[in-house]
């Protein structure tokens, strides 16, 4: 009942991609502390990984957030805010997966930035059409 509303759904998508970028921080200072690097990876490829998987998240998913508030405030329906909280969800949690995993192409790697792309891809035309249409 409670993710029947545009609102609701997107706060329930807000807080998994802000508890995910917690994680992914938290990782980031595990190595941190481990290996005494307070600035830069130190050329330490673990901490580098880290540090990456952390960024990539960070650099795709405001955009993710961004789009779904606005969906909720436009208010009429449910399942585009459902459609693109759970593809950008999944794609960020398979990106770091397949990237936290291995520097290389990977299959998680590759799935999480394909979904990424389709989340905001509909959330963009989702949205221009709310504002040609007025």
Same mark, same amino acid.
């Given at each position: 009942? #409670?993710? $029947?509303?545009?609102?609701?759904?997107?706060?329930?998508?807000?807080?998994?991609?802000?508890?995910? $970028?917690?994680?992914?921080?938290?990782?980031? +200072?595990?190595?941190?502390?481990?290996k005494?690097?307070?600035?830069?990876h130190? $050329?330490?490829?673990?901490?580098?990984?880290?540090m990456?998987?952390?960024?990539n998240?960070?650099? $795709?998913?405001?955009?993710?957030?961004? /789009? &779904? +508030?606005?969906?909720?405030?436009? *208010?009429?329906?449910?399942?585009?805010v459902? &459609?693109v909280?759970?593809?950008?969800a999944?794609?960020?949690i398979?990106?770091?997966v *397949?990237?936290?995993?291995?520097?290389?192409?990977?299959? *998680?790697?590759?799935? *999480? #930035?394909?979904?990424t792309?389709?989340?905001?891809?509909? /959330?963009?035309?989702?949205?221009?059409?709310?504002?040609?249409?007025?």
């Amino acid at each position: 009942q #409670m993710l $029947n509303t545009p609102v609701s759904a997107a706060a329930l998508y807000v807080a998994l991609l802000i508890l995910g $970028n917690i994680i992914l921080q938290v990782r980031v +200072i595990r190595q941190r502390t481990a290996k005494s690097i307070s600035v830069g990876h130190g $050329n330490d490829r673990d901490l580098e990984q880290a540090m990456r998987v952390h960024g990539n998240y960070a650099e $795709n998913v405001p955009f993710g957030l961004a /789009a &779904l +508030i606005l969906l909720a405030l436009g *208010g009429d329906s449910v399942w585009p805010v459902h &459609l693109v909280g759970v593809l950008l969800a999944a794609g960020r949690i398979a990106h770091a997966v *397949g990237l936290g995993g291995s520097i290389g192409t990977s299959a *998680g790697r590759v799935a *999480g #930035m394909v979904l990424t792309f389709a989340s905001l891809a509909i /959330a963009a035309l989702v949205l221009l059409s709310k504002a040609i249409a007025g």
